[in-house]
């Protein structure tokens, strides 16, 4: 291959930045140009094309968002939109697409690469929701940034013997609620998969409240309840004063993790080596220590399970 | 004096924690005892008192919060509830009190040491709003964490080229939002002090666009509008992706910085002095660069303008 | 097992606190008492014991060092010291102990197991060199804060197009340089492990300047050759200005990360699990996703590959 | 005035891009061509110009260094060389120049406006040594950096129950010293202004270890004595385990703090409007509350003193 692209797309994560590096200067020590596609894949579209040099990547590493900007594509989803996206990289002279991305754009990936193109995607998304791969580029940044706001509002809970409840994110999946409310110290987290009791939680409280604890903190994914809503039924039960925190698009951004700096090199890394051997259809993740491919039609539809024994680990270290 | 007491009261601020060490040890250095007491005012009532030692507030520095715990003290405007207080630490041989607050606490100071009691306050809300007094213990780490978060959001804004409104704490004033919009690069800032026109910001924002800015960047203090009702204005007017984010709580909490760090052990030594030179009645912060005394009726009751030079400069810089 | 010890040794690690919060909460449900030894082994000795209880390890997780304390050992190496220990245990009523460190506290483990005492380790070092466990407690965290630190130096390297060599630990082994080398976009990463060759280094640095790129990072372990040292020879060859950092004692310190957070409180869990199901001689880590036991004796003596791949990886990336 | 210059100088310090930002956007506001000139003084001589737009200094506020590169400028000590940089700029059409930097820039502002070239000084490094301002752009996130250094080394210090020696930055003025000292708790702190007494050091540690003190830690400026040389010297009186940990360089970068963020868009702003009033040889800082300029010649050649009063407060805040 001669001229590769390489796109980000749906939400931005920290280390995308990182992955556009390693792709760009690999392919150029392998002798391959490197197209940089902006915008997502409206981009494509859009005849939004520039090569990349190793120069135009300086300094990428620790930035959080993505030089290529992003964007969620819904027009994407239909067939003819896709084929224009395909002859369009045809007439760039464009043989491979590299899809930085999480579950929404692997599955432009997964349209693709049925047409015919070829493509591999680097699973990049701070949901941590691709079956087949343990973690996503973004994941341990946006939970480090969590727990990082997290340890602030306990300074206040802890102050004011209050209870807090931390709406983190998770609209569908309670992967960032689970890592965010164990580092932190959460009394009860609360996540879309596991229904809670009300009851339970009421009794918690109160029985804290009873061994003199300072604060109580509940970590709640957005998907599971609202923080908002939970505090009013908290309080319509019990007479203590609830604080709310929404932590919201903060875990989006900042500089990227050693962990997430590191895979993304190694996700771009390999993502180049796959399109060259002649694959397509997979995404490049990570499994233990190994960097691997999956099938991307499995990637995007099959059901990654939580961590139940480190769910059910909450309770126990927070007597 | 043998024996003087400090208290935390009111809204927990990033600093107090040094100010309680530098009570408590130039204190002992002085050769005079002094008494913690826990949970605000209401700890007083409580008789929740504790002798505080020099190594009791090791480490101390670099913690946000209080260890003295704080609370909200409703029941403490009550003239009988302070003729109580005065007669809980006169019992106690304690001779005066320092009170660490913001604008509420002070009023504790003012009611008290009107009854004769000698009271010192030593001005800590991130809230920034004690007239006479520059800067409070508390404001400059909250902004910096203000900042921090909406460098992290930035990311995304770019990534996306949205429009973001950040709201930041500031109920009547708007202190936090002038100084965390000029250092995070806000296009437009509303406070509570200033009636906003909703159609030049429409039209800020328009201009923007035609401009090729990658994004917009409105911080508002949540006493000017909450940042989802302006949410829902914009999109009212135009066709554009507007997300919001409420920084919340962050805000208070967190490690001191430098600059919160130095005053509040300069306030804390000021504070000492005052009561052992006789004064009463005053609040201790810092003008300038020089540590001074206010007149307490005069630090919670007269208006403290905000810096409007400052303020005219953020459509100059976001242009 | 009524009553187990939990004692942190050698090198303090960001997490230490995390670990024994984690063996205090735990063991606590479990109705074990669990007894904190100061000062390391020297604490055995010297019976510094105190019985630690949920209330006592409150707001661990964020807190980096180890409220135990630890020391370096020499004395302990001697048999009868080795003896006297377990006596001294025995004494108390401690059924098992928990070491929380490294290499040289794992030595410990061995010592006291093969004389019959029952002991499990927990991996806990920022050096990561234990055999059989890919990642030992407080290895995340120094790599994060050696790559944040050298994000900062990165601003001078650029503004002034400078040649910069910056010292991280390792006295013995280079896998904190490898990892932050590769996490903060390092030209040339030196190891103990690996001989360089001060030509190659030399050439590469030439064959950068030519490419204009703006600054020349060289991250090296302090075992592979002292950064001022390299500095003299570079000078030597090159008319180049060329500065030094030692990162130094920050590496040990600081809030833990997500990881860290995480697997030592898992690693704290299964510390108790294995003493309670009889085990002896192991030390707890992670391989792959999955805690893992190893025996010590492998631990601290069979010898832990680096990952040559990705150090392999830093050429190419860095072109 | 129709085009003004701007150039960073002598080593770089954050916020440095932020005034570059303040520069460029106020002046396009005022209808002024603002002329970035790379790589310091002698990028003059170099050609080294380009025109910035608003665009060009997106999202600086927050990052660290200089885009505009800098460099020592021996050679521009030269009459000559002085001359020919006047001419260089009247060839461009350049009408007037802003220096952002510390004393050496600002030497170079004495020269040209000597001859009569337009100069205004922008006050820019974290030693803080330019008399009649208070602050310069830079100082306060330089020492941030140091405490929460200093914070991840007490972690140890405390762990091992050591004595740590921290050398900061400051050859000649112990402003980072001092400031750095209070506000990360040290028990002593060496300046080059004041000689220190070795006896009344090794007594300081003697009593704080009878007092157990869990640590001892002494902040050092670079040139009151280097750290290893007063390790050396300690180890020599008393028994007992020095550490050393020189923070280097880590001190020049990071993302700038809230309060170099808005001097630094205050100065910029002062500056241009300064050279169109047709004021030459004066430096840009603050005193107080206020914006200020001074003499140049006075910035630079006037000794700022010390605050011996918050010095004098190291040894009473840590008792």
Chains 1, 2, 3, 4 share one sequence.
């Not at 932190?184 to 009873?210: C, H, Q, R, W």
């Not at 957005?222 to 709310?244: M, Q």
């Amino acid at each position: 291959m001669k001229r590769i692209a390489v796109v980000t797309s749906g939400g931005d994560a920290p280390g995308m930045n990182a992955a556009i590096r390693s792709v760009v200067r690999i392919g150029y020590t392998k002798g391959i140009e490197i197209i940089g596609v902006y915008s997502g894949f409206k981009g494509i579209i859009e005849d939004q094309f520039a090569s990349l040099l190793p120069r135009d990547v300086s300094g990428l590493l620790e930035k959080g968002g993505t030089i290529l900007q992003t964007s969620r594509t819904e027009e994407f989803k239909e067939e003819d939109v896709q084929y224009k996206t395909i002859e369009k990289m045809k007439k760039q002279g464009i043989e491979g697409l590299i899809i930085i991305g999480g579950n929404g754009s692997q599955s432009g990936n997964l349209a693709l690469a049925k047409k015919g193109f070829p493509v591999i995607g680097v699973a990049s998304t701070i949901d941590n929701d691709l079956w087949g791969i343990d973690y996503t580029i973004g994941f341990d940044t946006a939970v480090n940034t969590a727990i990082q706001a997290i340890d602030k509002i306990r300074d206040t809970a802890t102050s004011h013997a209050r209870t807090f409840i931390i709406e983190v994110m998770g609209r569908d999946r309670g992967f960032i609620a689970i890592d965010a409310g164990i580092a932190s110290g959460a009394d009860i987290v609360l996540i879309p998969e596991i229904k809670f009791d009300i009851d339970k939680i009421i009794y918690n409280i109160k029985e804290g409240i009873e061994k003199k604890k300072k604060h109580h903190m509940i970590v709640c994914a957005e998907g599971a309840i609202r923080a908002n809503e939970l505090e009013k039924i908290i309080e319509s039960y019990l007479d203590i004063d609830v604080r709310v925190s929404v932590l919201g698009y903060i875990q989006r951004g900042g500089s990227p993790t050693r962990f997430d700096r590191i895979i993304a090199t190694l996700f771009g890394e390999r993502a180049l080596s796959e399109l060259i051997a002649g694959n397509s259809g997979k995404v490049v993740g990570i499994r233990g220590n190994n960097i691997v491919i999956v099938d991307v039609a499995d990637a995007v539809s099959k059901y990654k399970k939580i961590n139940y024994s480190l769910y059910n680990l909450v309770e126990e270290v927070s007597v």
